[in-house]
C-alpha cells in the first residue's frame, strides 16, 4: 500500500531532500509464540538440552520496513531504489548492530537491457531480498519459518559491495550475474576480505518453474591456513497441478565453510571451530497445497557432507591451527507450515518442524543434533 506523504517525510527527515516520481512506504510484522526444542550429544557422550518458549519476530515473513521508489527517464529507462531494515518486532531491536538497512541498500537501472543493481544484496542462492531466485524457485518454505526447514543449503547470505546484472525475460528466460567485491570493505593491495560470484537462470513456461544457479565465495586471504575458494551448484523448480504446487530442489557444493548444520557456531561438532572444507549435497522435496484451511506448505530435506573442520588458538599472526576429519555428516528434517490469510495482507499461521543431524568423525566418534519447533503467530503486511 502506498504511503507517499509518509515516506517522503520519512526520507526528508534523513536526507533533507526527497523527490521520487514514486516511492513506497512497505512492511511486514510478523510475531508468534514458539517452542523450540534442541539436545545434543558430543562426542564425549555429554548430553546437552535446552527447551525455550517464548514471543519470537520473524517466523512466517521476517519483520520488516522500508522504502522504495521509482523514476522514469523515457524511452522505457527507469532508475529505482530499494533501503530495507530488518527489527525484532517483539524487542524492537534492529535486524543487525550498527545496520540500517541491513536486507537491502540497492540502486537499479533499468531498461530494454534489462536491470543493473549496485549496493548491499542477498546472494542468488540466498533465500533473501530482490534477487533470491533458487529458494524462492526450488523449496517451499523460500528460506524456512523460524527454524522449521532451514539448515541444509549452503550458507552464502548477503553481500555488500555487490553488482548484479538480470537480462530481460527472453520468452521465459532470464540470466543473471552477481559479483560482490567484498563483504565489507574493498582492500586496496591484497585480497582480505571474503568475496562473491554466481550466475543463474530461470525459466516460466506457464506453470513450470526452473532454476539454476553456480556460484562461489571467494574467501580472505589467510597467510595461516590453506583456504581454498568454495563453488556451489543449485538446480530445481516448481509444477502448478491444480490444488497442489510440487517444488524440488538439489545442490552439490566442494570447500564449503557450512553446510547441513555443520558450521563454525556448531559447538557440538568441535570447540574453537575456525574453518570447514566440505563437499556434499542436499535434496528438498516439497509442497504447496491450497486447501480450504490456507496454504499448507509440507518440506522434506536431507543432507550429506564430509571433509576437514579446523581449530584455531591463540593471538591473531601467532594462531595454533588442528585439524580434525568428518566422514559423513548427514541432516534429515520435515516441516508443515500452514497460514491462512485473514485478510489480503494479514494472515494467521502455525507450523512444526523437526531436524536431525548425525556427525561421524574418523578419529573422535559421533556427535549428534536434535532440534525441533512449534509456533502459531500473526504476519501483517502494510
Known amino acids: 500500500m502506498k504511503k507517499t506523504l509518509i515516506a517522503l517525510a520519512t526520507l526528508a527527515s534523513m536526507t533533507g531532500v526527497a523527490t521520487a516520481a514514486s516511492v513506497t512506504l512497505y512492511g511486514t510484522v510478523d510475531e508468534g509464540l514458539a517452542y523450540k526444542y534442541n539436545k545434543s550429544v558430543d562426542t564425549d557422550g555429554t548430553k546437552t538440552t535446552n527447551d525455550t518458549y517464548g514471543l519470537d519476530s ?28 530488518g527489527f ?5 531491536r534492529l535486524g543487525e ?7 537491502e541498500a540497492s540502486l537499479t537501472v533499468s531498461g530494454p537491457f534489462g536491470a543493473l543493481s549496485a549496493g548491499r544484496m542477498g546472494a542468488l542462492t540466498s533465500g ?10 526450488a523449496d517451499v518454505l523460500d528460506g524456512g519459518v523460524g527454524i522449521i526447514g532451514t539448515g541444509y543449503w549452503h550458507d552464502t547470505g548477503r553481500w555488500n559491495n555487490s ?14 550475474a552477481q559479483y560482490s567485491f567484498a563483504r565489507a570493505q574493498e582492500g586496496t593491495n591484497e585480497r582480505d576480505d571474503d568475496r562473491y560470484a554466481g550466475f543463474g537462470a530461470t525459466f516460466d513456461a506457464g506453470d513450470l518453474s526452473l532454476v539454476g544457479v553456480v556460484d562461489s565465495v571467494m574467501y580472505a586471504s589467510d597467510s595461516n591456513a590453506d583456504i581454498n575458494d568454495n563453488y556451489t551448484v543449485s538446480l530445481g523448480g516448481h509444477y502448478k497441478l491444480g490444488m497442489a504446487t510440487p517444488f524440488v530442489g538439489v545442490q552439490y557444493g566442494k570447500h564449503m565453510n557450512s553446510f547441513g548444520f555443520v558450521n563454525k557456531d556448531a559447538s557440538f561438532v568441535s570447540d574453537n571451530f575456525y574453518r570447514a572444507d566440505l563437499k556434499g549435497y542436499a535434496v528438498h522435496l516439497g509442497s504447496a497445497f491450497d486447501l480450504p484451511t490456507g496454504t499448507l506448505s509440507a518440506s522434506l530435506f536431507y543432507s550429506n557432507a564430509k571433509g576437514d573442520v579446523m ?11 588442528t585439524s580434525a576429519e568428518i566422514d559423513k555428516a548427514q541432516t534429515y528434517g520435515v516441516g508443515l507450515v500452514n497460514a491462512y490469510p485473514l485478510s489480503k495482507r494479514t494472515s494467521v499461521y502455525g507450523g512444526i518442524g523437526y ?3 548425525k556427525v561421524n568423525w574418523v578419529d573422535d566418534g559421533v556427535a549428534k543434533e536434535h532440534n525441533g519447533e512449534v509456533v502459531i503467530g500473526l504476519s501483517h503486511k502494510f
Open 88 to 92: 525484532g518486532a517483539d524487542d524492537g
Open 128 to 137: 533473501t531480498g530482490t534477487y533470491d531466485i533458487f529458494q524462492a524457485g
Open 311 to 321: 581449530s584455531r588458538e591463540g593471538e591473531a599472526d601467532a594462531y595454533t591451527y
Open 58 to 85: 520473524g517466523n512466517l515473513n521476517s519483520s520488516r520496513w522500508g522504502v522504495m521508489g521509482q523514476e522514469e527517464l523515457g524511452n522505457g529507462y527507469n532508475v529505482g531504489f530499494k533501503l530495507e531494515s
Open 355 to 357: 531436524s536431525y543431524t
Open 163 to 176: 553488482l548484479v546484472y538480470s537480462t530481460p525475460d527472453m520468452g521465459g528466460l532470464k540470466l543473471f
Open 97 to 103: 548492530d550498527n545496520t540500517l538497512f541491513n536486507r
